[in-house]
């Protein structure tokens, strides 16, 4: 009997075949298997959200997501929310409104605010902060991602 396990994931659009330990979480698989290192190890314990990727279109923490349970799934980090070197629409509105500061918390950030957006196009602020409050943020103090996310909503319009 193996400990190991072949994974097939779709991977920011590209599919890739992992074999990993059965205990494996997916921030490991993403990070030291496939060198994605966008989603960051915070917590470790599914409290902070550095670790946010979007699994079929949900986002989840990847530090307690198992590879093994992620089979056939469709995975984006924040490497493939970019298309062709153009930032995406939350990126841009956080690099418009200077929402960036260490960045930490950035890519856990973008995944959730893209989550939110696509389940509710134009939140007001509350849904915003709701959308968001599973993602910690060190710095900023919110605003500034709040301001973001709303401008993401509105088109990059300021």
Do not use: H, W
Request: hydrophobic letters at 40%; one cysteine or more; aromatic letters at 2%.
């Amino acid at each position: 009997m193996s400990d190991s396990i072949d994974i097939a994931l779709t991977v920011n659009k590209a599919m890739r075949r992992v074999t990993v330990p059965a205990g494996e979480t997916l921030l490991e698989t993403l990070r030291e298997r496939l060198a994605l290192t966008g989603a960051k190890r915070g917590c470790n314990q599914g409290v902070c959200g550095a670790c946010t990727v979007s699994v079929d279109g949900r986002p989840v923490r990847g530090c307690l997501s198992l590879t093994a349970n992620c089979d056939g799934a469709d995975i984006v980090t924040i490497e493939g929310m970019a298309t062709d070197g153009t930032l995406g629409r939350i990126q841009a509105a956080l690099e418009q409104t200077g929402a960036v500061q260490c960045g930490f918390c950035t890519s856990g950030m973008v995944i959730a605010a893209e989550a939110l957006l696509r389940t509710n196009p134009n939140p007001d602020v509350a849904a915003v902060q709701a959308g968001i409050s599973g993602n910690l943020c060190r710095c900023s103090g919110y605003r500034t991602i709040v301001d973001a996310v709303l401008l993401a909503a509105a088109g990059g319009r300021g």
